[in-house]
């Protein structure tokens, strides 16, 4: 297994801290991803599905017999200021005291979110919206919103799956429910009760100004929250430098992932851009992920 960096240099690496499976909603089932990340190089990867953990058994599994290491983590779905805000809890030991009922409520908020989703979709043309969807899912998890996507395009109602989010579904839109999350806070301090790590999912990805996501940025680390996605897929590298910029200034550990979804788009597991030569340290060598993924334990 390759060793990680100690610290961003410019060199191309073989992690991907951010991706998702069949389990929510991803393409691909949690062997299959760990057997494309194989294919691909990768030495290390987390599976970071939407506020479950149900596919990490069978990603560890398959990963035994190549050599790949699985980080158990998922995605958590929360909110702030009246944006939906995504944190990334990377758990070397696994779900565990708080979150353990945390993730319940996830998912038990994920249902009643799924049909108020449905009632507006409803109204703006889609019929059956909640039956399209879960025909989109192609299984009984919870249901998100690119299920609703997937759905909107398949009714001939959106050119596509961006089009589906930027009518109906994005921030602001009528499918964007986010009244049954919890706030960016509660879901921090459930990661750090089971031991784990706080990431704050693609800053960039929110249309925030540059002072506002300071601002979360500022909310989240006084949360407790320990590190922040500085590429996340591809993004302009001008950006990136300046979003690590703010992260020095916080003393927020960079974290890096495709957020890959599904094969055949243009993201492919441990594609991303370049990281940039920075200050910023690596989430990987924070003490709580370091024996988990086969790095030297840093210096208390």
């Known amino acids: 297994m390759n060793a990680l960096p100690v610290r961003f240099e410019g060199d191309p690496l073989t ?15 949690p062997d299959a991803l760990v057997a494309l990340c194989h294919e691909r190089g990768l030495s290390h990867m987390a599976l970071t599905d939407h506020d479950t953990m149900d596919g990490v058994a069978a990603a560890r599994a398959a990963a035994a017999g190549v050599g790949l290491c699985v980080l ?54 889609l019929d059956d919206a909640l039956a399209r969807a879960r025909e989109q899912a192609g299984s009984e998890r919870p249901l998100g919103r690119p299920d609703f996507a997937r759905a909107l395009v398949a ?19 009528a499918g964007d429910i986010k009244a049954h999350w919890p706030y960016l806070s509660e879901a921090v301090a459930w990661i750090l009760d089971a031991g784990g790590v706080a990431v704050l999912a693609h800053p960039l990805c929110h249309g925030l100004t ?10 989240f680390r006084a949360a407790g929250g320990q590190a922040a996605e500085l590429v996340s897929g591809f993004q302009n590298p001008d950006v990136t430098r300046d979003l690590a910029r703010q992260l020095q200034e916080r003393e927020l550990l960079a974290s890096v992932g495709s957020d890959f979804h599904f094969p055949g788009g243009h993201l492919a597991p441990g594609t991303m851009s370049p990281v940039p030569r920075t200050a910023v340290a690596p989430v990987w ?13 840093p210096a208390a």
């Open 15 to 29: 992690i991907d801290l951010h991706m998702h499976s069949t389990a929510s909603d991803g393409a691909l089932t």
């Open 72 to 125: 158990p983590a998922t995605e958590l779905s929360t909110q702030w200021r009246g944006i939906n805000i995504h944190v990334v809890g990377l758990l070397p030991d696994g779900a565990r005291g708080d979150l353990v009922a945390g993730l319940a409520a996830q998912a038990q908020a994920r249902e009643h979110r799924s049909l108020k989703i449905a009632e507006r979709l409803e109204k703006v043309g």
């Open 155 to 173: 009714a001939g109602l959106v050119a596509d799956m961006g089009s589906a989010f930027a009518k109906y579904l994005g921030n602001g839109k």
């Open 210 to 219: 540059r002072r506002k996501r300071g601002l979360l940025l500022d909310d």
């Open 285 to 297: 060598t924070h003490p709580r992920l370091a024996a988990c993924l086969g790095q030297p334990a």
